[in-house]
């Protein structure tokens, strides 16, 4: 059994302030005793759409150096919830997560897929594409709290990725987020709940949650998730940490009573 945690944070333009919230977060998670720490979609920075570029690192920068530093510091697997990384095609960016191990090494990079060109009718149009090239690999990386299927945001809308992820034997599902107030309120726990029991595993979704500029508000509600689909913890509103047990003992008896994945017909 290990104690995952899934940070929310209230992320602006001030990297600074940013990085030292998650600092803390982590820190704070891993003095509860957790194993696997997660920050949230953006974690470094959420700003003006015209300081995107200039906001952008590179995975060796010093967003990335920092988290693999504390995670070395406090030995536990880091999840790096997502920045905005220099290179991709075209002189766009990629929305990018790390994970991290107990030794600060790089166990794994996931780029995300599927990219937020919305109007949810908040007033706001959403364009992520406009800046951010989509990835193309479906990533699982190896932990020491399981098998780590990785997402980000959006992706959680698109269920044939976390198939996927479960087929390539994730046990646990990550997803990092920054979920609008609109589409967060009806849709957030509902899209979390039914991706962790359908792919019959333990889910945590750190999130953005609170007003990050007079534009911009996130739904929060960070959370973890077992495979039977109840929300084992959930966090409250502004900066915070929703802390559960992943019971591989409850994994492997929901996967034994209910074969699901066994009895799949269509890929």
């Known amino acids: ?38 920050l949230p979609e953006n974690f470094s920075w959420m700003g003006p759409e015209a300081e995107r570029a200039a906001a952008a690192e590179t995975l060796e920068g010093p967003t990335l150096s920092r988290m693999a530093e504390v995670a070395r510091e406090r030995k536990v697997t880091l999840l790096a919830g ?27 990079v996931y780029r995300k897929i599927h990219l937020f ?12 594409s406009a800046a951010v ?30 198939r996927r992820l479960a087929a390539g034997g994730a046990t646990l599902l990550a997803v990092p987020a920054a979920f609008t107030l609109m589409t967060g309120k009806d849709h957030w726990e509902v899209l979390l709940r039914a991706r962790a029991i359908e792919n019959q595993c333990y889910l945590f979704a750190p999130a953005q949650g609170g007003r990050h500029s ?31 047990a992943m019971d591989t003992e409850l994994l492997a008896r929901v996967r034994r009573n209910l074969p699901c994945l066994q009895h799949r017909r269509l890929e």
């Open 117 to 128: 060109d919305v109007d949810v009718g908040d007033g706001t149009p959403y364009r992520e």
């Open 133 to 162: 090239a989509p990835g193309t690999e479906v990533v699982v990386a190896d932990t020491e709290v399981g098998r780590l299927g990785l997402s980000i945001c959006y992706d959680l809308r698109f269920p044939e990725l976390y």
């Open 1 to 38: 059994m290990h104690l995952i945690a899934a940070a929310q944070m209230v992320s602006t333009s001030d990297k600074t302030h940013n990085l030292d919230s998650a600092l803390r977060l982590v820190r704070r998670a891993a003095d509860l005793g957790a194993r696997l720490v997660g």
């Open 214 to 244: 007079p534009q911009r508000v996130t739904w929060g509600h960070a959370m973890v998730v077992d495979p039977w689909g109840l929300v084992t913890a959930r966090a409250s509103e502004g900066e915070g940490l929703a802390v559960a």
């Open 82 to 108: 997502s920045i905005l990384e220099q290179g991709a095609p075209g002189g766009r960016l990629y929305n990018t997560t790390v994970v991290f191990g107990p030794d600060g090494a790089r166990l794994a």
